[in-house]
């Protein structure tokens, strides 16, 4: 129950991977450039610092995914977001393969492509199996 004044609140909740949004999505680095500015205008904590920031982390034109790890809570009149696993190519560094947190709005999360098919799934589990054991790296995006 709110009083006056207050607003209702969403609650945070974790994806389950028997949940139907439990899904990996395929990702360019346009797409989180516009996670980016959708981020930025909704006041999301979960991002990149700055757009440049992105760029100088994220290589271009390689296989990236989003998994989403919890529903985000926040104010009901919010637009609804995740915030998500991001296994990505890292531009610098020792190691090839970088992981990190991203809040994305839950409208652009359904509009990327859903990896859904056995071989890229099972390209999915490679990639990220290989960056586990060739030392992937969890990224600070700040």
Not at 68 to 94: A, D
């Amino acid at each position: 129950m709110t009083t006056r004044g207050e607003a209702s609140m969403r609650k945070q909740s974790k994806v389950r991977f028997t949940d139907a949004d439990f899904t990996i999505r395929a990702v360019t680095l346009q797409d989180l450039l516009q996670i980016q500015r959708d981020d930025v205008a909704h006041g999301w904590s979960r991002r990149w610092s700055s757009e440049g920031e992105l760029q100088r982390q994220v290589a271009a034109g390689k296989v990236m995914f989003l998994c989403p790890m919890f529903r985000n809570g926040g104010p009901v009149e919010s637009p609804e977001s995740y915030r998500c696993w991001l296994w990505f190519s890292i531009v610098q560094g020792h190691s090839s393969k970088g992981v990190t947190l991203l809040d994305v709005g839950k409208d652009l999360f359904e509009a990327l492509p859903d990896v859904s098919e056995t071989v890229e799934l099972k390209r999915v589990i490679g990639i990220m199996f290989s960056g586990i054991t060739a030392g992937c790296q969890f990224e600070s995006i700040w």
